[in-house]
């Protein structure tokens, strides 16, 4: 497929948390500067967050994609490969809609964040991770097969991250079987840096699936709400409303637009967030400090942020050990030295017979 003047393109991203739909959020606006036709398609928070920052974009509600988390890795396994088998079973369904997305919208390149059944096979279709390699413990040789063999039906995969070392996503985006096909396409973040001057000493910024992120919540809460000193947290949820208040000296949002949570990351001495890996793009975007929470569980975020540590770009505590001590105590290290490549995005593609 030759590229055209302007191409009509599908952007999906998964609901499993709003990191997906996030680091879709400075392609879309990418696309949309070279002038090509962008539609939306997703379900729940990832759909009401694209439905917000893009009000005037034709969007499409698709089958439900969201997960639930456990709070060891015994559970997260179980409740995963449940889940895992649940999402198998409604890709063909999900294809049913595409087509008919499809057929509607004249669509010349579907791109997939992490939906791995969203494609056509007659139709370029482009699929977004990270995760070549998918970490489960003594399980990941299989997850790895397991994802390696719906990565290969795309025409193209293509991996958030910059192509010199050290990267951000680590053994995460090596698999020699998906080399042919794999393209790096620099850091995806909706983030800016701007000179503004420190206001908070903490932003507190949650995201991902419950009941985790509430619990997350709940003990920053207990931590910071009796401090003296400025802090804000961003609860991370999406609703048809923005509210504010404040529990102790603890500022609180539901959630922001993008612009807002820019100037909050800016204006924040240090990020306390998960080490999801769309909160790791920002965070090397902006140069900022950040102190890493992985979610209980997750191998990928736990690798993560032990790899981000040991490069030196960000310090980090488990769950079950934090501490505002710890919070404090953290070693002073951050991106301010993280070379970040700008978008490359290639639609010059060819489907496969």
Same mark, same amino acid.
């Given at each position: 497929?030759a590229t055209k003047p302007q191409l009509r393109i599908l952007v !999906? ?81 999900e294809q049913r809609l595409l087509a008919e997305i499809r057929q509607?919208?004249?669509? +010349? ?26 970490? %489960? ?7 790895? !097969? ?17 192509? +010199? ?41 949650? %995201?991902?699936? =419950?009941?985790?992120?509430? =619990? ?22 999406? =609703? ?27 204006? !924040? ?9 769309? %909160? ?19 191998? =990928? ?34 991106? %301010? ?17």
């Open positions: 497929m !999906a991203p998964l609901n499993w948390g709003l990191g997906h739909a996030v680091r879709c959020i400075p392609i879309i606006k990418h696309l949309l500067a070279q002038g090509h036709h962008v539609c939306i398609a997703s379900d729940g928070a990832a759909f009401n967050l694209l439905q917000q920052e893009f009000p005037k974009l034709k969007s499409y509600l698709l089958t439900c994609s969201k997960a639930t988390y456990a709070r060891s890795k015994f559970s997260m396994k179980y409740k995963l490969g449940l889940q895992a088998f649940k999402l198998i079973k409604k890709i063909k369904k509607k919208e004249g669509l +010349d390149l579907i791109i997939s964040d992490n939906r791995i059944g969203l494609r056509l096979a007659d139709t370029p279709s482009v699929i977004i991770t990270h995760q070549l390699t998918v970490l %489960s413990g003594k399980s990941s040789w299989l997850t790895t !097969a397991i994802h390696a063999y719906y990565l290969k039906k795309f025409d193209s995969i293509w991996i958030p991250d910059r192509s +010199d070392s050290p990267q951000l996503s680590g053994i995460l985006s090596k698999n020699k079987h998906l080399d042919a096909k794999a393209k790096y396409i620099g850091i995806p973040s909706r983030m800016t840096s701007i000179h503004t001057e420190k206001i908070y000493k903490y932003a507190m910024i949650l %995201s991902g699936p =419950e009941p985790l992120r509430t =619990e997350f919540e709940q003990r920053l809460i207990a931590m910071f709400k009796t401090e003296d000193y400025p802090t804000i947290l961003i609860q991370g949820k999406v =609703e048809a409303n923005k509210t504010k208040h404040y529990i102790g000296s603890i500022e609180v949002y539901n959630y922001l637009t993008s612009n807002e949570l820019n100037l909050i990351i800016n204006q !924040a001495e240090c990020i306390i967030c998960r080490s999801g890996y769309t %909160s790791v793009l920002d965070l090397a975007k902006l140069g900022a400090k950040g102190f890493l929470v992985p979610t209980p569980g997750q191998y =990928e975020q736990e690798y993560l942020a032990q790899h981000l540590k040991q490069n030196g770009l960000a310090d980090f505590c488990l769950q079950n050990n934090l501490s505002l001590k710890r919070i404090k105590n953290a070693q002073s290290i951050g991106f %301010s030295d993280y070379k970040v490549s700008p978008l490359q995005i290639d639609l010059d593609l060819k489907v496969e017979a």
